[in-house]
């Protein structure tokens, strides 16, 4: 019995799992077991050697099995403590965030600049996208072959019928219904054949109109620096003269160079100025054309959308609005939500 037992003691110190742990039992347990072939060998015993014989030996068994027993619940808690292991959870991970749509950064400009003159006063207008060369050209005091139309060649769907080059055809469309005084802005979509990395065939503009008695330039002046002053911070704003068929006098307007600060730089062509729109007072045949009276007269303007957002970002290939790389639309989707 003494060699039973040590011999039991050595091997249960290397069993590992239930199946080693099963095989040790039948081994001294087992029907052919040595324990239990000691029971057998009890038959060839008087009743007093039965008797201190058959205790030993239960006691012996009883101790294996509590030994087994106990090896059993510690196989038990290292196969839990090991899956625990492998199972737990890092909270020290960052979350894994939720993919939200974003708006795209050209109407996020659009809803952004509709804000600001929303607030000093001025409604939403919109034209269609397919425009008769009345409305796009002739009521703008661009009749046929004037040298204007060479700047603004399009997408003819007949004749008379193209794709328009500019929103200002919006300007008539609504004086044309509307009775003075008017004050809107238009955004919308506009076609030219036009394509570098600063020009595209589609863009988008936003008009602006503001017709009512004794309008200066100098109101026009004030209405678009406060514009550019909300819209781009703090930044110095330069009126040059230019010409459009449609106003006079006509002027585009600069901004300090975002890039550079003014200082001069290969964005602003090292002139510390950036181009951001034209405009000018409505000229007085366009008024004529629509049918208002000579004692309305007012102010234009038309900007390039592609043209603020890229300068507001820092973006500078106008492609990049159209490629819908999510790489790029993914940039403006943290606070998409704060323009609305
Ligand atoms: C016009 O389209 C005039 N209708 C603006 C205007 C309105 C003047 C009212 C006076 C009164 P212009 O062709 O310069 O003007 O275009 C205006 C802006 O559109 C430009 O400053 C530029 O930012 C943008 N733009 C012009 N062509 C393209 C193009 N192919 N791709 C992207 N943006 C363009």
């Not at 839990?80 to 199972?87: Q, T």
């Not at 004037?146 to 003819?156: E, N």
């Amino acid at each position: 019995m003494e060699s039973i037992k040590k011999e039991f003691e050595s091997l249960i110190n290397n069993v590992e799992d239930y199946e080693q742990l099963k095989q040790l039992k039948a081994k001294f347990l087992g029907r052919n077991g040595s324990v239990t072939n000691l029971f057998k060998k009890m038959s060839a015993l008087n009743n007093q050697e039965k008797k201190e014989y058959g205790k030993k030996i239960n006691e012996l068994k009883n101790y294996i099995e509590d030994v087994i027993d106990e090896k059993y619940l510690d196989i038990k808690e290292k196969i839990r403590n090991k899956a625990l292991e492998s199972e737990s959870v890092d909270i020290t991970l960052p979350g894994r965030r939720k993919q939200f749509g974003a708006i795209h950064p050209i109407t996020k400009t659009i809803m952004e600049i509709e804000n600001i003159f929303s607030s000093l006063g001025f409604d939403v207008e919109y034209g269609p996208e397919i425009e008769q060369d009345m409305y796009n050209f002739e009521m703008l005091n661009i009749p046929k072959e004037h040298p204007a139309r060479d700047m603004q060649d399009t997408f003819y769907i007949d004749d008379n019928t193209l794709l328009r080059t500019h929103t200002s055809p919006t300007q008539v469309r609504v004086m044309k219904h509307k009775k003075p005084p008017v004050m809107f802005i238009s955004p919308g979509k506009v076609y030219r054949r036009d394509s570098d990395i600063t020009h595209s065939t589609m863009f988008h503009q936003i008009e602006g109109l503001l017709i009512d008695k004794n309008i200066h330039f100098s109101d026009l002046k004030g209405v678009l620096s406060e514009f550019l002053q909300i819209f781009f911070g703090d930044v110095a704003v330069r009126f040059r003269p230019s010409y459009f068929p449609f106003t006079e006098p006509s002027a585009e307007v600069d901004i300090e160079c975002i890039m550079c600060k003014g200082k001069g730089c290969r964005v602003c062509s090292h002139t510390g100025f950036l181009e951001v729109l034209g405009c000018g007072m409505v000229h007085p045949n366009v008024i004529k054309n629509v049918g208002y009276e000579d004692k309305w007269n007012g102010f234009a303007f038309g900007l390039g959308v592609e043209r603020f957002a890229m300068l507001k970002y820092g973006i500078d290939n106008i492609r990049m609005f159209f490629e819908n790389d999510m790489r790029f639309l993914d940039e403006f989707s943290y606070d998409a939500g704060r323009v609305l």
